[in-house]
């Protein structure tokens, strides 16, 4: 059974089709990459998927239960975490008390097992050394690295990534495909959307690619890449 699965979902702002009848599922431990042009509707997708906004039309089914009218808090409940493309971290709350939040709200978890599971959130997503540190104080990894953290925190069975590893480093996005592998590794269902395609492909087993709101590629991120559609589309090469 799939965690996921999007059945002839669609979405309209005003005359612009920004989700045209996508369906697609993903098997339960997957990793799959989301690629695509700016503006193809790739974030409008994730916020399809977590209730962010609701679909036209089509269904969203998430762990065997129809989600479709499910608003975001309960899909949160239910196993979705996500990270925001751009961070958002209470400010003025250390690390560690972003992720309490995070660990309180989105899961049902006993007051007695929050301090024990965010430590442990902290240090798979190497974060331990700035707990008590103010989330404003913290570097463009450090913020990408807490931004993952609170969506670990939720205790996730699909965590859905947007472009999380944007504007960083080589070494900086190395150290953190690290960790998303090892997420990956204990069974979470990812699903990516990424620019930066040697870190996307370094991780997924399968890419899904949308244009204009359709998706226009999916399966073995090779074959993807490498089919004519997705080339003169989204590499804009001239074959
Ligand atoms: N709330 C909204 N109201 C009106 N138009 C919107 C809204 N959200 C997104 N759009 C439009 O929908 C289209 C798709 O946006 P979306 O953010 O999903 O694209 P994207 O593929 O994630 O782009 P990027 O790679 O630049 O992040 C864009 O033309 C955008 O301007």
Redesign the pocket.
């Known amino acids: 059974m799939p965690i996921l699965a999007l059945q002839n979902v669609s979405k309209s702002?005003?005359a612009?089709k920004?989700?045209d009848n996508v369906s697609f599922d993903v098997p339960k431990g997957q990793a799959l990459g989301i690629i695509?042009?700016?503006?193809?509707?790739?974030?409008?997708?994730?916020?399809l998927i977590t209730g962010n906004?609701r679909a036209d039309g089509g269904a969203v089914q998430f762990d065997g239960q129809d989600v479709t009218r499910t608003p975001p808090m309960q899909r949160c409940l239910a196993g979705m975490g996500r990270s925001f493309?751009i961070p958002q971290p209470f400010g003025n709350l250390t690390v560690f008390e972003n992720l309490v939040v995070a660990a309180t709200h989105g899961q049902n978890l006993a007051e007695a097992q929050v301090t024990e599971h965010c430590a442990n959130v902290l240090a798979r997503t190497e974060l331990l050394g700035r707990a008590n540190q103010p989330a404003s104080s913290l570097s463009l990894l450090q913020r990408k690295r807490l931004e993952l953290a609170r969506a670990m925190a939720t205790g996730p069975k699909l965590l859905l990534l947007?472009?999380i590893a944007g504007g960083l480093t080589e070494a900086e996005c190395d150290a953190l495909i690290d960790t998303i592998r090892a997420i990956h590794a204990e069974g979470v269902t990812i699903i990516w959307?990424e620019?930066v395609l040697h870190a996307l492909n370094s991780v997924v087993e399968r890419l899904l690619v949308?244009d204009f709101?359709r998706i226009i590629g999916m399966g073995d991120p090779a074959e993807v890449m490498d089919s004519r559609e997705v080339r003169e589309i989204y590499l804009g090469i001239e074959i």
Request: no cysteine; charged share 10%; net charge negative.
């Open positions: 702002f005003g612009l920004v989700t695509g042009p700016n503006g193809a509707g790739k974030s409008t997708l994730f916020n906004i493309q947007d472009e959307i620019h949308l709101g």
